[in-house]
Protein backbone atom coordinates (compact mmCIF):
# COMPACT_ATOMS: atom_id res chain seq x y z
CA UNK A 1 0.00 0.00 0.00
CA UNK A 2 1.01 3.21 -0.82
CA UNK A 3 2.18 5.60 2.11
CA UNK A 4 -0.67 8.18 1.44
CA UNK A 5 -3.32 5.35 1.08
CA UNK A 6 -2.14 4.09 4.61
CA UNK A 7 -2.17 7.83 6.11
CA UNK A 8 -5.82 7.70 4.13
CA UNK A 9 -7.24 4.93 5.74
CA UNK A 10 -5.96 6.20 9.38
CA UNK A 11 -7.37 9.36 8.99
CA UNK A 12 -10.82 7.62 7.85
CA UNK A 13 -11.04 5.07 10.51
CA UNK A 14 -10.40 7.86 13.26
CA UNK A 15 -13.82 10.32 11.34
CA UNK A 16 -15.91 7.10 11.56
CA UNK A 17 -15.26 5.55 14.65
CA UNK A 18 -15.50 9.47 16.43
CA UNK A 19 -12.60 10.38 17.25
CA UNK A 20 -12.67 13.06 15.09
CA UNK A 21 -16.49 14.33 15.56
CA UNK A 22 -18.35 16.31 13.04
CA UNK A 23 -16.90 19.64 12.64
CA UNK A 24 -13.58 18.56 14.31
CA UNK A 25 -10.41 20.19 13.13
CA UNK A 26 -8.05 17.21 11.90
CA UNK A 27 -4.52 18.04 13.30
CA UNK A 28 -2.13 20.27 10.70
CA UNK A 29 -0.01 19.19 8.30
CA UNK A 30 2.96 19.68 10.21
CA UNK A 31 1.32 17.80 13.37
CA UNK A 32 0.97 14.94 10.49
CA UNK A 33 4.02 14.54 8.45
CA UNK A 34 5.83 14.12 11.87
CA UNK A 35 3.30 11.75 13.07
CA UNK A 36 3.23 9.53 9.90
CA UNK A 37 6.96 10.05 9.35
CA UNK A 38 6.50 11.42 5.66
CA UNK A 39 6.95 14.40 3.51
CA UNK A 40 3.92 17.17 3.53
CA UNK A 41 3.09 16.32 -0.19
CA UNK A 42 2.18 12.84 0.93
CA UNK A 43 -0.19 14.33 3.94
CA UNK A 44 -1.80 16.47 1.20
CA UNK A 45 -2.50 13.41 -1.08
CA UNK A 46 -3.83 12.15 1.87
CA UNK A 47 -6.06 15.23 2.59
CA UNK A 48 -6.82 15.70 -0.90
CA UNK A 49 -8.27 12.26 -1.26
CA UNK A 50 -10.51 12.93 1.98
CA UNK A 51 -12.16 16.13 0.38
CA UNK A 52 -12.72 14.41 -2.87
CA UNK A 53 -14.79 12.18 -1.13
CA UNK A 54 -16.66 15.06 0.77
CA UNK A 55 -15.29 13.74 4.81
CA UNK A 56 -13.45 16.83 5.35
CA UNK A 57 -13.55 20.32 3.80
CA UNK A 58 -10.38 23.00 4.28
CA UNK A 59 -10.59 26.27 5.24
CA UNK A 60 -7.69 28.99 4.01
CA UNK A 61 -4.77 29.49 7.12
CA UNK A 62 -7.48 27.31 9.18
CA UNK A 63 -7.09 24.09 8.24
CA UNK A 64 -8.77 21.15 7.83
CA UNK A 65 -12.54 20.00 9.16
CA UNK A 66 -14.38 16.75 9.09
CA UNK A 67 -18.07 17.25 7.45
CA UNK A 68 -19.84 14.47 8.99
CA UNK A 69 -18.13 11.36 10.56
CA UNK A 70 -21.36 9.43 9.89
CA UNK A 71 -20.92 6.08 7.82
CA UNK A 72 -23.34 4.97 5.22
CA UNK A 73 -25.11 1.22 6.40
CA UNK A 74 -27.40 -1.05 4.43
CA UNK A 75 -30.59 -1.45 6.07
CA UNK A 76 -29.97 -4.87 7.76
CA UNK A 77 -32.31 -7.80 6.05
CA UNK A 78 -35.03 -8.68 7.82
CA UNK A 79 -38.16 -11.74 8.06
CA UNK A 80 -40.90 -9.09 7.46
CA UNK A 81 -42.67 -9.18 3.98
CA UNK A 82 -43.70 -5.96 3.82
CA UNK A 83 -46.40 -5.50 1.14
CA UNK A 84 -47.46 -1.85 3.33
CA UNK A 85 -44.54 0.26 1.66
CA UNK A 86 -44.50 2.17 -1.64
CA UNK A 87 -41.11 3.93 -1.54
CA UNK A 88 -39.09 3.06 -4.49
CA UNK A 89 -36.30 0.18 -4.23
CA UNK A 90 -33.26 2.61 -2.80
CA UNK A 91 -30.57 -0.01 -4.15
CA UNK A 92 -31.46 0.09 -8.10
CA UNK A 93 -30.62 3.61 -7.74
CA UNK A 94 -27.22 4.84 -9.58
CA UNK A 95 -26.33 7.23 -6.44
CA UNK A 96 -22.70 7.88 -7.05
CA UNK A 97 -24.00 8.62 -10.87
CA UNK A 98 -26.67 11.50 -9.28
CA UNK A 99 -23.76 12.55 -6.96
CA UNK A 100 -21.67 13.90 -10.01
CA UNK A 101 -24.60 15.58 -11.25
CA UNK A 102 -25.18 17.50 -7.91
CA UNK A 103 -21.40 18.11 -7.66
CA UNK A 104 -20.85 19.31 -11.17
CA UNK A 105 -24.23 21.38 -10.57
CA UNK A 106 -22.73 22.87 -8.10
CA UNK A 107 -19.23 23.52 -9.84
CA UNK A 108 -20.70 24.90 -13.63
CA UNK A 109 -24.10 27.06 -12.37
CA UNK A 110 -22.48 28.30 -9.25
CA UNK A 111 -23.97 31.98 -10.63
CA UNK A 112 -27.42 30.25 -10.86
CA UNK A 113 -27.67 29.09 -7.58
CA UNK A 114 -27.16 32.46 -6.28
CA UNK A 115 -29.98 33.60 -7.82
CA UNK A 116 -33.51 33.50 -7.42
CA UNK A 117 -34.75 31.90 -10.62
CA UNK A 118 -38.19 31.92 -12.06
CA UNK A 119 -41.54 30.88 -10.69
CA UNK A 120 -41.56 28.36 -14.28
CA UNK A 121 -38.19 26.79 -13.43
CA UNK A 122 -34.91 27.04 -14.69
CA UNK A 123 -34.80 27.20 -18.66
CA UNK A 124 -32.32 24.28 -19.53
CA UNK A 125 -34.01 21.87 -17.83
CA UNK A 126 -37.59 22.97 -19.21
CA UNK A 127 -36.04 22.30 -22.52
CA UNK A 128 -34.71 18.98 -21.34
CA UNK A 129 -37.87 17.89 -19.71
CA UNK A 130 -39.87 19.23 -22.93
CA UNK A 131 -38.10 16.40 -24.88
CA UNK A 132 -38.66 13.60 -22.14
CA UNK A 133 -42.53 14.51 -22.08
CA UNK A 134 -42.60 14.33 -25.97
CA UNK A 135 -41.49 10.53 -25.67
CA UNK A 136 -44.33 10.07 -23.07
CA UNK A 137 -46.25 11.32 -26.09
CA UNK A 138 -46.82 14.50 -24.08
CA UNK A 139 -45.91 17.47 -26.75
CA UNK A 140 -46.83 20.88 -25.20
CA UNK A 141 -45.03 24.44 -26.49
CA UNK A 142 -41.87 25.28 -23.61
CA UNK A 143 -44.44 27.93 -21.90
CA UNK A 144 -46.98 25.26 -20.95
CA UNK A 145 -44.24 23.58 -18.83
CA UNK A 146 -43.57 24.40 -15.47
CA UNK A 147 -40.94 23.01 -12.70
CA UNK A 148 -42.44 22.41 -9.19
CA UNK A 149 -41.47 21.18 -5.72
CA UNK A 150 -42.59 17.78 -6.53
CA UNK A 151 -45.83 16.75 -7.91
CA UNK A 152 -47.75 17.21 -4.55
CA UNK A 153 -46.98 21.40 -5.02
CA UNK A 154 -48.80 21.22 -8.42
CA UNK A 155 -51.80 19.87 -6.89
CA UNK A 156 -51.53 22.03 -3.78
CA UNK A 157 -51.29 25.04 -6.14
CA UNK A 158 -54.27 23.67 -8.80
CA UNK A 159 -56.50 22.83 -5.78
CA UNK A 160 -56.49 26.38 -4.26
CA UNK A 161 -56.42 28.81 -7.35
CA UNK A 162 -59.16 29.77 -9.02
CA UNK A 163 -60.15 28.19 -12.33
CA UNK A 164 -61.40 29.89 -15.54
CA UNK A 165 -64.82 27.93 -15.11
CA UNK A 166 -65.07 29.60 -11.82
CA UNK A 167 -66.23 26.76 -10.03
CA UNK A 168 -64.84 25.16 -6.66
CA UNK A 169 -65.38 21.47 -6.15
CA UNK A 170 -63.23 18.99 -6.72
CA UNK A 171 -63.90 15.47 -8.02
CA UNK A 172 -61.54 12.78 -7.44
CA UNK A 173 -61.68 8.66 -7.64
CA UNK A 174 -61.92 7.10 -4.69
CA UNK A 175 -59.93 5.43 -3.52
CA UNK A 176 -57.37 7.84 -4.84
CA UNK A 177 -53.59 9.06 -3.57
CA UNK A 178 -53.60 9.02 -0.03
CA UNK A 179 -51.22 12.14 0.52
CA UNK A 180 -53.76 14.14 -1.38
CA UNK A 181 -56.90 13.32 0.44
CA UNK A 182 -54.65 14.61 3.17
CA UNK A 183 -54.27 17.74 1.42
CA UNK A 184 -58.48 18.27 0.65
CA UNK A 185 -59.25 17.61 4.32
CA UNK A 186 -56.63 18.97 6.13
CA UNK A 187 -57.51 22.46 4.40
CA UNK A 188 -60.98 21.84 4.04
CA UNK A 189 -61.64 21.56 0.34
CA UNK A 190 -64.97 21.20 -1.57
CA UNK A 191 -64.87 17.71 -2.57
CA UNK A 192 -66.39 15.10 -3.96
CA UNK A 193 -65.63 11.15 -4.83
CA UNK A 194 -66.59 8.72 -7.73
CA UNK A 195 -66.25 5.15 -6.87
CA UNK A 196 -62.97 3.57 -8.87
CA UNK A 197 -63.13 -0.35 -9.59
CA UNK A 198 -60.68 -2.64 -11.08
CA UNK A 199 -63.01 -2.41 -14.21
CA UNK A 200 -62.65 1.49 -13.89
CA UNK A 201 -65.58 4.67 -13.12
CA UNK A 202 -69.05 4.48 -14.00
CA UNK A 203 -69.39 6.87 -17.05
CA UNK A 204 -73.05 7.78 -16.43
CA UNK A 205 -72.67 8.70 -12.77
CA UNK A 206 -69.13 10.59 -13.96
CA UNK A 207 -71.75 12.45 -16.34
CA UNK A 208 -73.83 13.09 -13.78
CA UNK A 209 -71.87 14.44 -11.43
CA UNK A 210 -70.28 17.17 -14.24
CA UNK A 211 -73.52 17.91 -15.42
CA UNK A 212 -75.02 18.41 -11.47
CA UNK A 213 -72.02 19.54 -9.36
CA UNK A 214 -70.29 22.71 -9.62
CA UNK A 215 -67.13 20.73 -10.37
CA UNK A 216 -63.62 22.83 -11.11
CA UNK A 217 -61.50 20.03 -12.18
CA UNK A 218 -61.60 16.14 -12.19
CA UNK A 219 -58.21 14.59 -10.82
CA UNK A 220 -57.37 11.11 -11.89
CA UNK A 221 -54.56 8.78 -12.20
CA UNK A 222 -55.46 7.03 -15.78
CA UNK A 223 -52.39 4.02 -15.72
CA UNK A 224 -51.28 2.32 -13.30
CA UNK A 225 -53.74 4.04 -10.08
CA UNK A 226 -52.74 4.49 -6.42
CA UNK A 227 -53.56 2.12 -4.91
CA UNK A 228 -55.67 -0.26 -7.26
CA UNK A 229 -52.71 -0.45 -9.66
CA UNK A 230 -55.37 -0.14 -12.56
CA UNK A 231 -55.36 1.76 -16.17
CA UNK A 232 -58.42 3.17 -17.99
CA UNK A 233 -58.62 1.37 -21.34
CA UNK A 234 -58.92 3.62 -24.49
CA UNK A 235 -63.05 3.80 -24.97
CA UNK A 236 -62.98 5.41 -21.18
CA UNK A 237 -60.22 7.70 -21.89
CA UNK A 238 -62.39 8.87 -24.56
CA UNK A 239 -65.30 8.97 -23.05
CA UNK A 240 -63.85 11.17 -19.85
CA UNK A 241 -62.35 13.69 -22.48
CA UNK A 242 -65.76 14.12 -24.06
CA UNK A 243 -67.57 14.59 -21.25
CA UNK A 244 -64.52 17.34 -19.97
CA UNK A 245 -65.11 19.01 -22.96
CA UNK A 246 -68.87 18.86 -22.89
CA UNK A 247 -69.51 19.84 -19.38
CA UNK A 248 -66.18 22.13 -18.93
CA UNK A 249 -64.46 20.28 -17.06
CA UNK A 250 -60.92 20.34 -16.82
CA UNK A 251 -59.05 17.16 -15.81
CA UNK A 252 -55.56 16.57 -13.95
CA UNK A 253 -53.94 13.50 -14.85
CA UNK A 254 -51.36 12.53 -12.41
CA UNK A 255 -48.82 10.22 -14.59
CA UNK A 256 -46.72 9.37 -11.50
CA UNK A 257 -45.46 6.23 -12.86
CA UNK A 258 -45.34 6.81 -16.85
CA UNK A 259 -41.73 5.30 -16.79
CA UNK A 260 -43.10 1.65 -16.04
CA UNK A 261 -45.63 1.70 -19.22
CA UNK A 262 -44.52 -1.15 -21.36
CA UNK A 263 -47.56 -0.75 -24.02
CA UNK A 264 -45.83 1.88 -26.80
CA UNK A 265 -50.20 2.22 -27.20
CA UNK A 266 -51.01 3.65 -23.83
CA UNK A 267 -51.00 7.41 -24.43
CA UNK A 268 -52.39 9.32 -21.36
CA UNK A 269 -55.03 11.30 -21.97
CA UNK A 270 -53.32 14.35 -22.79
CA UNK A 271 -52.37 13.02 -26.15
CA UNK A 272 -56.20 13.08 -27.16
CA UNK A 273 -57.19 16.48 -25.57
CA UNK A 274 -57.64 18.99 -28.79
CA UNK A 275 -59.52 21.54 -25.91
CA UNK A 276 -57.22 22.36 -23.39
CA UNK A 277 -59.11 20.66 -20.91
CA UNK A 278 -56.09 18.58 -19.21
CA UNK A 279 -53.26 18.94 -16.86
CA UNK A 280 -51.08 16.60 -16.98
CA UNK A 281 -48.53 16.19 -13.84
CA UNK A 282 -45.05 13.76 -13.93
CA UNK A 283 -43.41 12.88 -10.79
CA UNK A 284 -39.89 11.44 -10.53
CA UNK A 285 -40.22 9.99 -7.00
CA UNK A 286 -40.35 6.16 -8.45
CA UNK A 287 -38.30 6.46 -10.98
CA UNK A 288 -35.22 8.21 -9.17
CA UNK A 289 -36.05 9.13 -5.87
CA UNK A 290 -38.53 11.09 -3.47
CA UNK A 291 -35.90 13.53 -2.00
CA UNK A 292 -35.20 15.10 -5.56
CA UNK A 293 -38.43 17.21 -5.01
CA UNK A 294 -38.99 18.12 -9.14
CA UNK A 295 -42.26 17.68 -10.59
CA UNK A 296 -43.61 18.64 -14.12
CA UNK A 297 -46.41 20.34 -14.32
CA UNK A 298 -47.72 20.82 -18.13
CA UNK A 299 -50.65 23.10 -17.88
CA UNK A 300 -53.43 24.61 -20.33
CA UNK A 301 -52.72 28.41 -21.56
CA UNK A 302 -55.60 29.65 -19.53
CA UNK A 303 -54.34 28.74 -16.49
CA UNK A 304 -49.94 29.34 -16.69
CA UNK A 305 -50.43 32.93 -15.52
CA UNK A 306 -52.91 32.16 -12.56
CA UNK A 307 -50.17 29.42 -11.70
CA UNK A 308 -46.99 31.32 -11.43
CA UNK A 309 -48.74 33.79 -9.20
CA UNK A 310 -49.39 31.22 -6.88
CA UNK A 311 -46.35 29.62 -7.25
CA UNK A 312 -44.44 32.81 -6.88
CA UNK A 313 -46.18 33.55 -3.15
CA UNK A 314 -45.44 30.00 -2.25
CA UNK A 315 -41.33 29.27 -2.63
CA UNK A 316 -40.12 31.62 -5.56
CA UNK A 317 -38.65 28.95 -7.25
CA UNK A 318 -38.06 25.31 -7.20
CA UNK A 319 -34.68 24.43 -5.24
CA UNK A 320 -32.16 25.40 -8.19
CA UNK A 321 -29.26 22.52 -7.28
CA UNK A 322 -31.81 19.86 -7.57
CA UNK A 323 -33.11 21.65 -11.19
CA UNK A 324 -29.33 21.37 -12.35
CA UNK A 325 -28.94 17.75 -11.14
CA UNK A 326 -31.57 16.76 -12.76
CA UNK A 327 -30.70 18.77 -16.31
CA UNK A 328 -27.52 17.09 -16.40
CA UNK A 329 -29.06 13.98 -15.80
CA UNK A 330 -31.27 14.24 -18.13
CA UNK A 331 -28.99 15.34 -20.92
CA UNK A 332 -26.07 13.08 -20.55
CA UNK A 333 -28.35 10.19 -20.87
CA UNK A 334 -28.18 8.59 -17.29
CA UNK A 335 -31.97 9.13 -16.40
CA UNK A 336 -32.88 7.27 -19.58
CA UNK A 337 -30.13 4.37 -18.55
CA UNK A 338 -31.32 4.11 -15.00
CA UNK A 339 -35.12 4.17 -16.32
CA UNK A 340 -34.64 0.57 -17.69
CA UNK A 341 -32.96 -0.88 -15.08
CA UNK A 342 -35.32 0.25 -12.19
CA UNK A 343 -37.94 -0.53 -15.07
CA UNK A 344 -36.84 -3.96 -15.50
CA UNK A 345 -36.76 -4.52 -11.80
CA UNK A 346 -40.34 -3.42 -11.68
CA UNK A 347 -41.33 -5.80 -14.01
CA UNK A 348 -39.89 -9.01 -12.83
CA UNK A 349 -41.08 -8.29 -9.66
CA UNK A 350 -44.81 -7.07 -11.25
CA UNK A 351 -45.12 -10.08 -13.36
CA UNK A 352 -44.39 -12.44 -10.04
CA UNK A 353 -46.74 -10.18 -8.11
CA UNK A 354 -49.64 -10.65 -10.42
CA UNK A 355 -48.84 -14.58 -11.26
CA UNK A 356 -48.95 -15.48 -7.42
CA UNK A 357 -52.69 -13.39 -7.18
CA UNK A 358 -53.89 -15.36 -9.62
CA UNK A 359 -52.14 -18.72 -8.38
CA UNK A 360 -53.65 -18.21 -5.04
CA UNK A 361 -56.06 -15.26 -5.24
CA UNK A 362 -57.79 -15.87 -8.22
CA UNK A 363 -61.22 -16.11 -6.50
CA UNK A 364 -61.05 -12.29 -5.57
CA UNK A 365 -61.25 -9.16 -7.71
CA UNK A 366 -57.80 -7.62 -8.76
CA UNK A 367 -56.04 -5.60 -10.90
CA UNK A 368 -54.57 -7.04 -14.46
CA UNK A 369 -51.71 -4.73 -14.81
CA UNK A 370 -48.36 -6.38 -14.86
CA UNK A 371 -47.19 -3.30 -11.97
CA UNK A 372 -45.10 -3.28 -8.69
CA UNK A 373 -48.75 -3.08 -7.14
CA UNK A 374 -51.80 -4.28 -7.21
CA UNK A 375 -55.12 -4.98 -4.71
CA UNK A 376 -57.56 -7.70 -4.00
CA UNK A 377 -61.11 -6.89 -3.19
CA UNK A 378 -61.94 -8.49 0.18
CA UNK A 379 -65.29 -9.73 1.19
CA UNK A 380 -67.38 -7.53 3.34
CA UNK A 381 -67.07 -10.50 6.36
CA UNK A 382 -63.64 -9.84 6.46
CA UNK A 383 -62.35 -8.09 9.92
CA UNK A 384 -59.50 -6.08 7.91
CA UNK A 385 -58.01 -4.80 11.30
CA UNK A 386 -57.98 -8.61 12.57
CA UNK A 387 -56.57 -9.47 9.46
CA UNK A 388 -53.88 -7.26 8.96
CA UNK A 389 -53.16 -7.76 12.48
CA UNK A 390 -53.07 -11.79 12.08
CA UNK A 391 -50.69 -11.57 9.25
CA UNK A 392 -48.35 -8.80 10.99
CA UNK A 393 -47.82 -11.56 13.65
CA UNK A 394 -46.65 -13.71 10.59
CA UNK A 395 -44.19 -11.28 9.45
CA UNK A 396 -46.13 -9.63 6.51
CA UNK A 397 -46.89 -5.77 6.57
CA UNK A 398 -50.15 -4.52 5.23
CA UNK A 399 -51.95 -1.81 4.91
CA UNK A 400 -55.45 -0.92 4.86
CA UNK A 401 -56.71 2.02 2.37
CA UNK A 402 -58.43 4.05 4.52
CA UNK A 403 -56.82 7.10 4.13
CA UNK A 404 -56.81 6.91 0.46
CA UNK A 405 -60.55 7.73 0.82
CA UNK A 406 -62.59 10.80 1.83
CA UNK A 407 -63.90 11.07 4.73
CA UNK A 408 -67.86 10.79 3.80
CA UNK A 409 -67.15 8.34 1.16
CA UNK A 410 -67.94 4.43 1.35
CA UNK A 411 -64.43 2.40 2.16
CA UNK A 412 -64.52 -0.65 0.25
CA UNK A 413 -62.65 -3.50 2.06
CA UNK A 414 -59.32 -3.47 -0.32
CA UNK A 415 -56.48 -4.97 0.58
CA UNK A 416 -53.41 -3.22 -1.50
CA UNK A 417 -50.77 -5.35 -2.24
CA UNK A 418 -46.90 -3.29 -2.83
CA UNK A 419 -44.35 -5.04 -3.90
CA UNK A 420 -41.55 -2.63 -4.51
CA UNK A 421 -39.41 -3.22 -1.34
CA UNK A 422 -39.97 -6.59 -1.74
CA UNK A 423 -37.23 -9.22 -2.38
CA UNK A 424 -38.10 -11.12 -5.80
CA UNK A 425 -38.38 -14.74 -3.80
CA UNK A 426 -40.33 -14.00 -1.48
CA UNK A 427 -43.29 -12.11 -3.30
CA UNK A 428 -44.75 -15.64 -3.85
CA UNK A 429 -43.78 -17.18 -0.06
CA UNK A 430 -46.03 -13.53 1.28
CA UNK A 431 -49.14 -14.26 -1.31
CA UNK A 432 -49.55 -17.74 0.01
CA UNK A 433 -49.53 -16.69 3.71
CA UNK A 434 -52.50 -14.09 2.51
CA UNK A 435 -54.21 -16.48 1.16
CA UNK A 436 -54.20 -19.05 4.26
CA UNK A 437 -55.09 -16.24 6.31
CA UNK A 438 -58.25 -15.59 4.31
CA UNK A 439 -59.45 -19.25 4.89
CA UNK A 440 -58.65 -18.54 8.84
CA UNK A 441 -62.30 -17.98 10.74
CA UNK A 442 -60.84 -15.87 13.38
CA UNK A 443 -60.35 -13.03 10.48
CA UNK A 444 -64.19 -12.88 9.94
CA UNK A 445 -66.85 -11.03 11.29
CA UNK A 446 -69.30 -13.14 12.95
Given at each position: ?????S??????????S???????????????????????????????K??????????????????????????????????????????????????????????????????????????????????????????????????????????????????????????????????????L???????????????????????????????????????????????????????????A??????????????????????????????????????S????????????????????????????????????????A?L???????????????????????????????????????????????????????????T????????????????????????????????????????????????????????????
Amino acid sequence: MLKYESIYQSLLMQIQSGIFATGAKIPSIRTLTEQYDCSKSTVLTALKKLEEQHIIYALPKSGYYVVDNHVFTPPLSTDIIDFATSSPTWHAFPYKEFQHCINKAIDTYQEELFRYGTPKGWPPLIAEAKELLESYQVFAQTEQILITTGVQQALSLLSIMPFPNNRTTILVEQPSYHLYMDMLKTFQLPAIGIKRTANGIDLNRLEQLFQTEDIKFFYTMPRFHNPLGTSYDKKQKEAILQLAHKYNVYIIEDDYIADFETNSKNDPLFTEDYHEKVIYLKSFSKVLFPGLRVGLAVLPPALIDMFQKYKMTTDIDSSMISQAALYLYLKNGLFEHNKTKVSDIYQVRGKILHQSIQDHLSMYESSGEIVMHSHILLPKRVNLPTFIAHLHQDGILLDSVNKNYLDDFYNERILKLNVSSVEVHRIDEGIKKVASALKNPRNYFL
